[in-house]
């Protein structure tokens, strides 16, 4: 990745954790709980592809794993949200942005009730039987509709952040100005112009000689 896709995903990352933590993990509603990282990651993943959201994924959740209060084994959330950007990365645009809101907010759902299930397969794996208290259908209905209702706050600035950073204008102006030089030091060269000043010279040089010579047939013919 990257140097500004590093810096950039960092940031949205860390920010994204303190406020899942901080603010949304409070809430204390019903069901599941509104998870901004995998909006932050999907945001991500529909800019960067595949490659860049599973890279993204991992690292997001393996901080969401080592940071307080996690209960769950470390790598289980790694593991989803590695999945899940990497599948969301998969139905990036070519151009990397999408023409309607409609294809957004169904990878939401689907990454909603994907991580959901996944999640609550890996804890099964792993001896953790929490999902089977609560309730998965209500869990998956929660997910999907928290995670619906705020994605439309935090997708498409996560993802204008993101196109932003790949354009850089810095970079653009730098090419614009080596360009420039590159042109400029070809016109100070001369390569081409002084090639068209010769032509031109020898073209007046062979059409003086003509009218030269010509000059001297006729007075030839008048003697």
Request: with cysteine.
């Amino acid at each position: 990745m990257r140097v500004n896709r590093i810096l950039l995903s960092s940031a949205l990352v860390v920010v994204a954790l303190v406020i899942q933590v901080s603010v949304l993990a409070r809430l204390h509603l019903p069901g599941a709980v509104p998870d901004l990282m995998l909006l932050t990651v999907l945001g991500l993943a529909l800019v960067y592809g595949h490659v860049g959201g599973a890279l993204v994924g991992f690292g997001a959740g393996l901080l969401a794993d080592l940071a307080p209060p996690a209960d769950h084994a470390a790598g289980r959330y790694a593991l989803v949200l590695c999945v899940i950007g990497y599948l969301a990365g998969l139905v990036k645009p070519e151009t990397g942005q999408l023409k309607s809101a409609t294809g957004p907010m169904v990878v939401v759902v689907a990454a909603a009730v994907g991580s959901t299930l996944l999640y609550a397969g890996v804890g099964a794996l792993v001896g953790d039987t929490a999902a089977r208290h609560v309730g998965l259908g209500s869990l998956l209905f929660t997910a999907a509709l928290y995670d619906l209702l705020l994605a439309p706050f935090v997708v498409p600035g996560i993802m204008a952040l993101a196109r932003r950073a790949e354009n850089d204008p810095l970079a653009e102006t730098g090419s614009a100005a080596k360009a420039t030089d590159i042109s400029s030091g070809w016109l100070s060269g001369g390569t081409g112009l002084r090639i068209g000043s010769q032509r031109n010279g020898l073209r007046v040089k062979a059409a003086r000689a003509r009218m030269a010579r010509a000059g001297r047939i006729k007075g030839v013919k008048r003697l």
